[in-house]
């Protein structure tokens, strides 16, 4: 998937139909890996699109958007950070695919077979239901697929909340389809699988009528993404709702479902959103005594503790009682709009960067990706409104002009590049004057 020959365009209809798995076998199956598309890059002006129109329908139903703009970047800041590894390195669920596939595999079945591909659809879908299952009762798969529950709101872009390090664990999962089903097979369909989750992260559909028996819908997916008690574990599918009626996870929508995790871990700071739960289980490790706990502390369930059951007690998971408030920024909404404005800016770069990535120098990507990360972590200080968040700004701003200056960053608009200057450098006398202002009111103290 990453011959840049292959990326082809998508018209607006197969867009439309990717993100709802209803591609047909003949158009979406290649001899080589090489052949297969990104169909995840050629989806992003469909994600962007399905978006605005939930802003639209949320507006015209209830008056107001369907979540809010700070949660909404700290979303979207995960996705981008979630993705930053695929600039130096294949996916490991593709790598660890193919080594098995050319080492281990009892017998091919051929790549351009219908059969084949509909086997596929279903074995990719049961182990997104098996590692997905496992993510929340293995305490260190939580570790990595808690970032994607952290968001107390739940609209289209809480699906771009994902994991640096999920990635990981769930490769395991699928690694015994290479034992007969072609690379390139399988390659489309974790595609696909991933596509479909994207549009059932939303309020605005309550319901699709006979399809709730067999598919997983938005409805179900609230319910998987609830802290209420009757929500805990359950409605693990990707596509399908199926394996969840047949292994006994399953749970229909009822009362109104309180999002976010059960301790809800109030930052927007990308990096605490992605890695605190890994600080929690090195601290309980340690607290732990015995070997045996020590262990438990690793693979048992998230809930667990000395003397509890392997997944903890329901009742240890607090109640909803409704009057729960979700955590919010205090910045006022100029500073806001200002993190909005950077953040788009950050996202121009970023996707250009993803474009034209093997054009690049690995010092220019290296650098790159440290500015993205730097913007990420200088937005979540300012919506949390962290006291060394001046400062951070002003050494972001300077940093960006610093590789702009020696061409490692560019303006998408050469004709722009005079304005960009002048706005960063603005930028910097800004947030220098408030960090100065701030050590001065903290030294008068």
């Keep these: 998937m990453k011959n840049p020959e292959a990326q082809q365009d998508v018209s607006v209809s197969q867009g439309v139909r990717i993100l709802f798995y209803i591609m047909k076998p003949n158009e979406t199956s290649f001899q080589t890996l090489e ?3 990104d169909y995840v890059k050629q989806a992003t002006p469909f994600f962007i699109s399905l978006i605005l129109l939930e802003l639209v329908v949320s507006w015209l139903r209830k008056g107001k958007p369907p979540g809010r703009v700070d949660d909404a970047l700290t979303s979207m800041s995960a996705g981008v950070m979630s993705r930053l590894p ?6 490991i669920e593709v790598t660890s695919y193919v080594y098995i596939w050319e080492n281990y595999r009892l017998f091919t079945l051929p790549w351009d077979s219908p059969w084949t591909w509909y086997l596929t659809f279903l074995a990719v879908d049961l182990g997104y239901y098996w590692f997905h299952r496992m993510a929340h009762e293995v305490n260190i798969m939580w570790a990595g697929h808690q970032t994607h529950h952290s968001s107390e709101d739940y609209n289209l872009s809480t699906a ?3 994991s640096v390090i999920q990635i990981y664990t769930s490769w395991i999962f699928y690694s015994p389809l290479a034992l007969f089903i072609p690379p390139s097979v399988y390659a489309v369909h974790l595609q696909f699988n991933l596509l479909y989750q994207f549009w059932i992260h939303t309020e605005v559909i309550r319901s699709l009528g006979p399809l709730e028996l067999i598919l997983n819908t938005p409805s179900h ?7 209420n008690r009757y929500c805990i574990d359950k409605n693990y599918g990707g596509t399908l709702i199926i394996w969840d009626k047949i292994f006994g996870t399953f749970e229909a929508e ?3 479902v309180a999002y976010g995790l059960t301790h809800p871990i109030n930052t927007f700071e990308p990096f605490k959103v992605q890695f605190h739960h890994l600080y929690s289980i090195w601290t309980t490790f340690w607290a732990t005594p015995g070997f045996l706990h020590k262990f438990s502390v690793i693979f048992k369930g998230p809930g667990w503790s000395l003397g509890k059951p392997r997944l903890g ?7 909803i009682t409704g009057k729960e408030v979700s955590y919010s ?3 006022s909404q100029r500073l806001k709009l200002y993190t909005v404005v950077q953040f788009g800016l950050m996202l121009a770069f970023y996707e250009e960067t993803f474009a034209n990535a093997n054009a690049l120098s690995q010092l220019t990507l290296l650098l790159r990706v440290f500015f993205i990360i730097l913007t990420l972590t200088s937005i979540g200080f300012l919506l949390d409104q962290r006291p060394s968040a001046s400062i951070v700004e002003t050494l972001r701003c300077m940093v960006f002009l610093m590789l702009y200056e020696f061409g490692h960053l560019k303006p998408l608009v050469p004709s722009l590049s005079f304005v960009f200057e002048v706005f960063f450098t603005s930028c910097i006398a800004f947030w220098a004057i408030r960090s100065m202002k701030q050590l001065v009111c903290s030294h008068s103290k």
């Design 254 to 256: 009822s009362e109104r």
């Design 221 to 227: 997916h609230r319910v998987h993404h609830g802290r």
């Design 86 to 91: 695929g600039l130096f390195f294949r996916s």
């Design 35 to 37: 052949e297969v598309p």
């Design 329 to 331: 920024s205090t910045a």
């Design 160 to 162: 771009l909340r994902q």
């Design 313 to 319: 007690l329901s009742e240890d998971i607090p109640e």
